[in-house]
T-cell receptor
Framework: GQQLNQSPQSMFIQEGEDVSMNCTSS?????WLWYKQDPGEGPVLLIA?????ELTSNGRLTAQFGITRKDSFLNISASIPSDVGIYFC?????????????FGGGTRLMVKP | DAGVTQSPTHLIKTRGQHVTLRCSPI?????VSWYQQVLGQGPQFIFQ???????GRGNFPDRFSARQFPNYSSELNVNALLLGDSALYLC???????????FGQGTRLTVV
């Protein structure tokens, strides 16, 4: 089946630092979604990308849809303690009907105050 | 505006029992999907329903079933529970069939 590989698996950074994480796949995706999940909660949609090469921002977050349609990255600028959580990439591939999302394994972000 | 609501929030069941989980989508959304999230992993797709019809099914055994009602709410049923069914069950609602998904807070199921 399709897999999304996220890296790094976890990050421990200083408050105020910029963060970069990425997501790669062996198959093409026509949409990339980035979610954040806090403990005991459901994932919250952060950014949605629909076109290859698209660069989209949401406050301190910026995400890009890779030109090959097989990767995406998420950047967080000037991290703060509330950025702690698990970040997931997800997407429905061209070969799936409907909105069946495949999720990556997540990047766990931990911030030192 | 109300988001996706799921009930119950927590549930403890015994092996072999049956469970029903419920989901109300965001008002106006016609698609509901169900995901299973085991601790330490990303969510895994179980079902998608759109306009009361099943439009997608993940790699889960027949013990898992679901349905969508005329008001677009949905139920996920799991029969003959196994210890491995312990997980966070997430419901996601979408305006249409191919649009982004918005998740509820989940139902934490523990099978003992």
């Amino acid at each position: 089946g399709q897999q999304l590989n996220q890296s790094p698996q976890s990050m421990f950074i200083q408050e105020g630092e910029d963060v970069s994480m990425n997501c790669t796949s062996s198959s093409i995706f026509n949409t990339w979604l980035w979610y954040k999940q806090d403990p005991g909660e459901g994932p919250v949609l952060l950014i949605a990308l629909y076109k290859a090469g698209e660069l989209t921002s949401n406050g301190r977050l910026t995400a890009q849809f890779g030109i090959t349609r097989k990767d995406s990255f998420l950047n967080i600028s000037a991290s703060i303690p509330s950025d702690v959580g698990i970040y997931f990439c997800a997407g429905p591939s061209l070969y799936n009907a409907g909105n069946m999302l495949t999720f990556g394994g997540g990047t766990r972000l931990m911030v030192k105050p | 505006d109300a988001g996706v609501t799921q009930s119950p929030t927590h549930l403890i069941k015994t092996r072999g029992q049956h469970v029903t989980l419920r989901c109300s989508p965001i008002s106006g959304h016609k698609s509901v999907s169900w995901y299973q999230q085991v601790l330490g992993q990303g969510p895994q797709f179980i079902f998608q329903y759109y306009e009361k019809e099943e439009r997608g099914r993940g790699n889960f055994p027949d013990r898992f079933s679901a349905r969508q009602f005329p008001n677009y709410s949905s139920e996920l049923n799991v029969n003959a529970l196994l210890l491995g069914d312990s997980a966070l069950y997430l419901c996601a609602s979408s305006p249409g069939l191919y649009t982004e998904a918005f998740f509820g807070q989940g139902t934490r199921l523990t099978v003992v």
